[in-house]
């Protein structure tokens, strides 16, 4: 395994570490499946990152570094580049295969001027554009206010932190597993009132799509009658859409007071809804948890859903979603071994 190092005190230092990883692949100096370690020293980077090589990637802080004190800071949107791949902080593009980026922050710093009727405001800390490889994000931190996080394909986050206001946790994935993981919606820069969604849903045809299991959601007061959903629905899944399916499932999370007791929204029937909630796809939960007064979590009050949700039954989470390999299916295998291959 390739091992590089890099420092906070040079400029672009990130970027010239997969510049040098590149330009070795093109003379053979290294070899298109050789695996390569950036470690990061504590510090701020202040690079917007691209890399989309074969070479398996495992970015990480320096062991014992918190995730706030190692941080990749930029400002991107789709206001300056067009397209998700295009306005993100850290893109990892379609000739990735194995990637683990572990104990650092990635920040988009734009920050809202008007009400986005061109969705301008799109700005995604990362974007994970890749239909084929394996990401694995572990006590990593992503913070922005709109699209903070894009995927594609199979991906999972295990004890991270997410933080932003609309739609930011989306994508057209096959699953995306999240496990312990921090979802926390932000104040709106522009002001009180406007309502924030977590997730928007465009999985792919007959997928799970986003599973957040044991995770914590929490939220800024936005005022004026603002809601807080978990999920808004992107309105254009159909059966026969190869994508844009509606479907995520909350397994076991403990969702705070400030989100709306329906959960899940069509803006008022503005929105189509594909599929209805089931145990296997659309928007469904098991085991939701509200905290209360003294701090501890009880079973969450469901009768108020929205009709287009779904409450699993004992036997469907057991059969389903009990553990990782479940919800991953065959990619779980690949997952440990390039777990252990990289610890």
């Given at each position: 395994?390739?091992?590089?190092?890099?420092?906070?005190?040079?400029?672009?230092?990130?970027?010239?570490?997969?510049?040098?990883?590149?330009?070795?692949?093109?003379?053979?100096?290294?070899?298109?499946?050789?695996?390569?370690?950036?470690?990061?020293?504590?510090?701020?980077?202040?690079?917007?990152?691209?890399?989309?090589?074969?070479?398996?990637?495992?970015?990480?802080?320096?062991?014992?570094?918190?995730?706030?004190?190692?941080?990749?800071?930029?400002?991107?949107?789709?206001?300056?580049?067009?397209?998700?791949?295009?306005?993100?902080?850290?893109?990892?593009?379609?000739?990735?295969?194995?990637?683990?980026?572990?104990?650092?922050?990635?920040?988009?710093?734009?920050?809202?001027?008007?009400?986005?009727?061109?969705?301008?405001?799109?700005?995604?800390?990362?974007?994970?554009?890749?239909?084929?490889?394996?990401?694995?994000?572990?006590?990593?931190?992503?913070?922005?206010?709109?699209?903070?996080?894009?995927?594609?394909?199979?991906?999972?986050?295990?004890?991270?932190?997410?933080?932003?206001?609309?739609?930011?946790?989306?994508?057209?994935?096959?699953?995306?597993?999240?496990?312990?993981?921090?979802?926390?919606?932000?104040?709106?820069?522009?002001?009180?009132?406007?309502?924030?969604?977590?997730?928007?849903?465009?999985?792919?045809?007959?997928?799970?799509?986003?599973?957040?299991?044991?995770?914590?959601?929490?939220?800024?007061?936005?005022?004026?009658?603002?809601?807080?959903?978990?999920?808004?629905?992107?309105?254009?899944?159909?059966s026969d859409s190869p994508d844009r399916w509606?479907?995520?499932?909350?397994?076991?999370?403990?969702?705070?007071?400030?989100?709306?007791?329906?959960?899940?929204?069509?803006?008022?029937?503005?929105?189509?809804?594909?599929?209805?909630?089931?145990?296997?796809?659309?928007?469904?939960?098991?085991?939701?948890?509200?905290?209360?007064a003294d701090g501890i979590p009880v079973a969450?009050?469901?009768?108020?859903?929205?009709?287009?949700?779904?409450?699993?039954?004992?036997?469907?989470?057991?059969?389903?979603?009990?553990?990782?390999?479940?919800?991953?299916?065959?990619?779980?295998?690949?997952?440990?071994?390039?777990?252990?291959?990289?610890?």
């Amino acid at each position: 395994m390739l091992a590089l190092k890099v420092s906070a005190d040079t400029p672009h230092a990130i970027a010239a570490a997969f510049d040098k990883v590149r330009d070795m692949v093109r003379t053979e100096a290294l070899g298109a499946d050789e695996p390569v370690r950036v470690v990061l020293a504590p510090g701020q980077y202040h690079e917007i990152l691209a890399y989309n090589l074969a070479n398996p990637l495992v970015m990480e802080s320096v062991p014992g570094t918190a995730a706030q004190d190692c941080v990749v800071r930029a400002e991107n949107c789709e206001r300056f580049h067009k397209d998700t791949e295009n306005r993100a902080v850290f893109v990892i593009g379609p000739n990735a295969t194995k990637v683990t980026l572990r104990g650092f922050t990635v920040e988009n710093t734009h920050v809202k001027t008007d009400d986005d009727v061109a969705l301008g405001n799109q700005a995604e800390a990362l974007c994970w554009h890749n239909s084929g490889g394996i990401l694995l994000a572990e006590r990593m931190c992503f913070v922005s206010r709109q699209d903070t996080v894009h995927v594609k394909g199979v991906s999972w986050f295990r004890d991270c932190y997410v933080s932003g206001d609309v739609d930011f946790v989306w994508g057209y994935c096959a699953v995306s597993l999240w496990e312990r993981c921090h979802i926390h919606v932000r104040q709106d820069n522009r002001g009180d009132g406007r309502d924030a969604y977590v997730l928007q849903s465009r999985a792919l045809n007959g997928t799970p799509g986003f599973v957040l299991s044991d995770c914590t959601f929490t939220a800024d007061a936005r005022g004026n009658g603002a809601r807080i959903y978990v999920a808004r629905s992107s309105g254009t899944g159909r059966s026969d859409s190869p994508d844009r399916w509606d479907s995520v499932a909350l397994i076991n999370c403990t969702v705070s007071p400030e989100y709306d007791a329906s959960l899940w929204t069509d803006e008022g029937g503005k929105r189509a809804v594909y599929p209805a909630g089931s145990a296997a796809v659309g928007w469904r939960e098991y085991g939701t948890k509200s905290p209360v007064a003294d701090g501890i979590p009880v079973a969450a009050d469901t009768s108020s859903r929205s009709p287009h949700g779904y409450v699993l039954s004992d036997q469907e989470y057991r059969a389903r979603y009990a553990d990782s390999s479940l919800i991953l299916g065959a990619a779980a295998a690949r997952y440990a071994q390039w777990e252990k291959e990289t610890r």
